[in-house]
């Protein structure tokens, strides 16, 4: 019998093994032949036999080369999906790129990477429409050289990102990417080039940044010192050898307190420490010690640099020389606080300390004084001998008597010849009176300068605080300069005490034309009406319009709570029109109402005296014109129109010829004649209870 040979040959990569086959395919025949024995009967039977053993041996050998070869195709089918995984999902993005320079193949990192589709890169785009305009010839570069030298390139390019394969315009957004080009056939033997696209954006932006950090640490002209988390330095930059005069070898390794000095004491620094513990930075000024010895005044910025853990591993400090600029600061701040002619302290200074003494003489339960001078006739030393002269005058006599106070007390020039003493640390008022004797006497003191003897005295006035009501210190001095003045009048060469209980009264009375005023204008006054009642047949006859003051803290306020204070006051003529104007107004609203009432308003002295009384009047009546001028009536007291009986009848004269008629209230007070009654035409008499 013919044998059959199996479609792979013995020895063949991946055949089986044909004599395993045949042994395994005779163990099965067997096998099926013990289930189902059969006689033999002659020899032509038993050739069937065999020949039917040998086709189905020769079948069982096809059926199990056949499984195998489905077993090794899966295998090979499951390598390929897996080359094909570790292609598109690879670190690193992978394409190759064909003499066009066009895109042949591309993996899915690659696509990601470039922010396109994957199908965008399988229509062989040029892979230069992903670089960048200015890396065009850097790619040109390294295709040609992987070309001619056949060895793998390595380059750094930008490719542009979010970009189509036909994508125009401006370049946006890119990725720098390191390639690496080899050079390769395809499977028809054309060649290719082979690239792997690896991202290195983060790194070249870290590049970049270290790249400015340095240029910045280098040229800036702040001095900038890193140091360990000890305090040693470890770096510093050119302008901290400039401002520090240490160099470089010099200074690194040393422990920055090399720096300190005995300017700032050991709290300072522990202050320092805490807030870098705390809140990992500190800002301030400070001095510091040149490698000279010399101190020079720093701005310095220090910040604690913090591993993962919050562990601090360096400490960064920024600080730049700001020596000329704290001497020229001393300069301004005396400039604003000195006299520039007497070098003694000017009236911003001298706020300062008052104010200082005011709280100081609350806290020990002590006074103090405050004295104002204005030198006696210094005027005429400047006109006689020029101000040259009394300049040196003024310094001269602002020196004497400065040396006649105590330390701890001021003089200060406030202005030309005023001068100001603050006085502290006094048990009473009787303690500073030989100080100011002393004051007194240094003041009035000749003056040599030259062949020249000059001589001028002063006046003073004084005020003490704590006083028996709060005040401002701006309300001292101005105490003080009511005091000079006084002292002036008095005589000069003197001092005077300033009495805070007259003032107190004096400040109150304006305070209330203050307030009234305020009142008035933010229409705090009503009006009441006291009707005027026939006794005999019971008809209201007329009204009486009283003034009310409606205060917001006090409550309904009667003419005796306001009036007197602005009797003699102009304020007293701006209520009284607006009280006659507030009258015509709820007279006209009576008529609109159908109401027709006369109403008689209060007048007082002042305003009757007004000389365009009677103008004014009338031009009230004017904006009314509905009220007619003779249900208006005007009433004054007896004493006001007795006060100046021929102005005043000339008033009701004028006022009678438009209509308006006058009454003389309480009738019999002023013991006047009857006789002035024929002056005096009014239409009724008020007779007084008394």
């Known amino acids: 019998m013919k044998q059959h040979k199996p479609p792979l040959a013995n020895g063949a990569p991946g055949a089986p093994d044909t004599r395993t086959v045949r042994q395994k395919a005779e163990a099965r025949w067997q096998a099926d032949q013990q289930k189902s024995p059969k006689p033999m009967d002659n020899q032509a039977t038993r050739n069937v036999h065999l020949l039917v053993h040998e086709l189905q041996v020769h079948q069982i050998e096809l059926e199990m080369q056949n499984e195998e070869l489905r077993q090794a195709q899966e295998s090979i089918e499951t390598s390929r999906l897996r080359y094909v995984d570790l292609y598109d999902l690879a670190p690193v993005g992978y394409c190759s790129v064909n003499e066009a320079g066009l895109i042949v193949q591309a993996n899915l990192t690659l696509a990601t990477l470039l922010g396109v589709a994957r199908s965008a890169l399988g229509k062989q785009p040029p892979f230069s429409n992903f670089v960048r305009r200015s890396d065009q010839d850097n790619w040109y570069k390294l295709r040609k050289l992987a070309r001619e030298s056949g060895a793998r390139q390595v380059g750094e390019l930008r490719l542009r990102l979010n970009r189509g394969p036909a994508s125009t315009g401006e370049d946006g957004a890119y990725l720098w990417v390191e390639v690496a080009i080899t050079v390769g056939h395809d499977e028809i033997g054309a060649p290719v080039l082979y690239l792997a696209v690896s991202d290195i954006h983060e790194r070249k932006q870290a590049e970049v940044k270290l790249l400015l950090s340095a240029s910045v640490f280098g040229h800036t002209r702040e001095g900038i010192m890193i140091t360990d988390a000890d305090a040693v330095i470890i770096d510093v930059n050119e302008a901290f050898t400039r401002i520090t005069g240490y160099s470089r070898a010099e200074i690194i ?3 920055s307190r090399i720096l300190r000095s005995d300017r700032q004491n050991t709290a300072f620094y522990e202050a320092i420490w805490d807030d870098l513990a705390g809140q990992g930075h500190w800002s301030g000024e400070m001095w ?50 000195f006299d520039a002619l007497t070098q003694l302290p000017n009236r911003v200074l001298l706020a300062d300390r008052l104010a200082l003494a005011m709280a100081q003489a609350q806290r020990r339960g002590q006074k103090v004084a405050v004295v104002y001078l204005d030198l006696d006739g210094f005027k005429s030393i400047n006109d006689c001998h020029g101000h040259g002269v009394g300049d040196h005058f003024l310094i001269a006599v602002a020196t004497a008597m400065h040396d006649t106070l105590r330390e701890g007390d001021t003089l200060a020039r406030i202005g030309g010849d005023e001068f100001v003493a603050l006085l ?25 300068l030259g062949a020249l003897v000059l001589q001028v005295s002063t006046s003073m006035g004084v ?35 300033f009495d805070a209980e007259q003032d107190t009264s004096i400040r109150g009375h304006h305070e209330s034309l203050d307030r009234i005023r305020l009142a008035l204008k933010q229409g705090e006054f009503v009006l009441h009406y006291q009707p005027k009642v026939n006794m005999r047949s019971g008809q209201v006859i007329g009204a009486e319009a009283l003034i009310r003051w409606q205060h917001p803290e006090k409550g309904l306020l009667a003419p005796a709570a306001f009036l007197p204070v602005i009797e ?11 009280v006659i104007n507030a009258a015509l107004t709820q007279m006209a609203r009576w ?41 208006l009536e005007l009433e004054v007291l007896e004493t006001s129109a007795l006060a100046d009986i021929g102005l005043m009848s000339q008033v009701i004269e004028d006022c009678g010829k438009m209509g308006v008629m006058f009454a003389l209230d309480d009738f019999g007070t002023g013991y006047s004649s009857l006789t002035y009654l024929k002056r005096l035409r009014v239409a009724q008499l008020k007779i007084d209870q008394s």
């Open 568 to 578: 003699d006051h102009p304020l007293a003529e701006e209520v009284g029109e607006w």
């Open 253 to 255: 390794g040393q422990d």
């Open 463 to 497: 005020t003490f605080y704590p006083q028996s009501e709060d005040i401002e210190a701006d309300q001292l001095l101005r105490q003080a300069d009511q005091a000079m003045y006084q002292a002036k009048m008095e005589g000069k060469n003197r001092y005077h005490l």
């Open 424 to 448: 502290i640390d006094l048990d009473s008022a009787d303690g500073c009176v030989s100080m100011l004797a002393r004051l007194l006497e240094a003041a009035a003191a000749p003056v040599q």
């Open 288 to 337: 510091s010690r040149h490698k000279s010895g010399k101190l020079f005044a720093q701005l310095s910025s220090v910040s604690a640099v913090r591993d993962g853990q919050g562990s601090t591993q360096h400490y960064v400090a920024v600080f730049s020389d700001i020596s000329v600029a704290k001497a020229h600061q001393g300069q301004l701040e005396r400039m604003a606080q």
């Open 591 to 631: 008529q609109a109402d159908g109401l027709e009432l006369s109403v008689s308003v209060n007048v007082g002295a002042r305003q009757l005296q007004q000389v365009d009384f009677v103008a004014r009047l009338k031009s009230l009546l004017g904006k009314h014109p509905q009220v007619k001028p003779a249900d």
